[in-house]
């Protein structure tokens, strides 16, 4: 269903309606100008909110890595000779992007951020650099380092992870040849930003890199994560044993051979290492003071030579973290070892309450009442979906809620202390792909909403993810709108006509509550056969890369 004004069908001269406050007002928050597509992922009690930006605007290409003699350059470039010298025109600076960028992880090319993080106020949003490195020339970050933001504390400290600065590594061959390698020393790595400083929070095993992720933070600076604590392949320890065997590796350097393991550990760490959640505690100048490693809701036998994994993903004041786990499970009478929800306290692990129909389940969030929240997957008229639960852990009682229809896949992202949870669920009951719609659950009245009846009717946004809520009920959300369609210049496309194409633009809001506000009366009208121009492509964007935004865990092999 659309919304729309009344007054939008009827003139003007024949209706005056009355002013209507709505309940949340929407800000658009200013990353515009950075990059195409903006995710907010959190937003602690000052109102701050973090966000990752997809496809940054005008990315430095660095010329000097281009083998300008290919056929395929000499053919398509308007301008060559200006090109080698690095003034390039905007034909050939879109050629030359396209290039770069379509050989990601080579070695022998520059690496282009496919993202960068950001933490925003309602004007103005800072960078994260994460590991970027800056330029010896000009002493900015070179943007080729790809970094995820997932939290913030109420101090303003962000954790994320991101990659490794690149830096060019030269290299002679045996025959004389010379080559320069585009390198970096690990390829996802934890991190917290605290004061402007990044500090490593790297895993308990390093081999080739190893792996962490950083997912929340409390106000005791406690950092929850997930991370590498042992290779677990001895194929994959056979090939870092060859890397560093000089009579055994190829013609290329050791921090080549090793990128590559990194790459493959990063591409399939279910095939290669354990992980297990972790707990980094920081001092109050952001100083690592120890590393805590997790446990399992299993216990495996001395003998057992399986992978297994846990995670931490939000963690509250009181000390409780919340994520997923390894676990043997029974479903549908067949036993599976499986994700499970996992709540760790102190050296213990427990799950929710056990329901013959879930298949998986994995809690995303807890607050200081010690309430959790996530989802199951469970089958529903027989198709599997994902059901929003809440776990009491001081009671031991999980309920689970339908969200929009009993078949709505219902995903929680964050809940605040006043029993309040946002998420996004699916609002139509169709065979394909479902349209989204942020949501708003009180825990307290059992009331589940959709935020786009809590906006302004005539607003030009719609809200398909609640990812984050502080505990001014104030919401960090993903949104779509009418916009221009962009380059990678940031220069708007025009189609074969000259006419500015418009798409629905992916963009990072921020709700805010409206004092002594009340929902609007709209007209619903119907649109299941309006065209939309751009809606189609830009929802499969949108589902593609909605792991960009969300705050919590997202399962990984």
Known sequence: ?????LAVLLSCSLITLAAQSAQYKVVELPMSEIG???FPTDINNSGTISANVQNIYLPVIDVSLINFELESLINNLTDIEAAKAGNLNAADYLILYSFVTANRENQAFQ???QRKSFVSSETMATLLPGFDLK???NDVYDGSTSTIVRGLNDFGYAVGAGQGGFYKFPYVLEDATERTYVLNDF???????VNGSVVELPPPDTTVGGLSDAFDINSNNQVVGNGTTDIASATFQTSVDNCLDDTV???IPIESCLRTLNIALNSSPGSYAQRRGLIWQLDDQGNLLSTKELGLLLQPELDDTRIFSSTAVAINNNGIAVGESSADTVYRGRNYTNGAAAFFIGDQVSTINSDVDNFTSTAIDINDDDIAVGYVQKQVNGVLRKKMFVHNINTDVTSYQDGFFL???TVPSSMNNNGMVVGYGEVESSIGNRRNAGFLYNDVNKTFTDINTLIACDSPYSIQNANGINDNNEIAATALKKGKSTNVRGEVVLDSDGLEVEVDVVVAVKLIPI?????EECNAVDDINLPRQGAGSSWLLLLAFIGFGLRKYQRNA
């Open 111 to 113: 690496q282009i951020a």
């Open 407 to 409: 078949g709505s896949s």
């Open 1 to 5: 269903m659309k919304k729309t004004r």
């Open 515 to 519: 004092e002594g506000g009340s929902v």
């Open 187 to 193: 390829y996802r790595r934890a991190f917290v930003q």
């Open 135 to 137: 330029t010896v020339s």
């Open 249 to 251: 590796r190829t013609d």
């Open 36 to 38: 195409q597509s903006a």
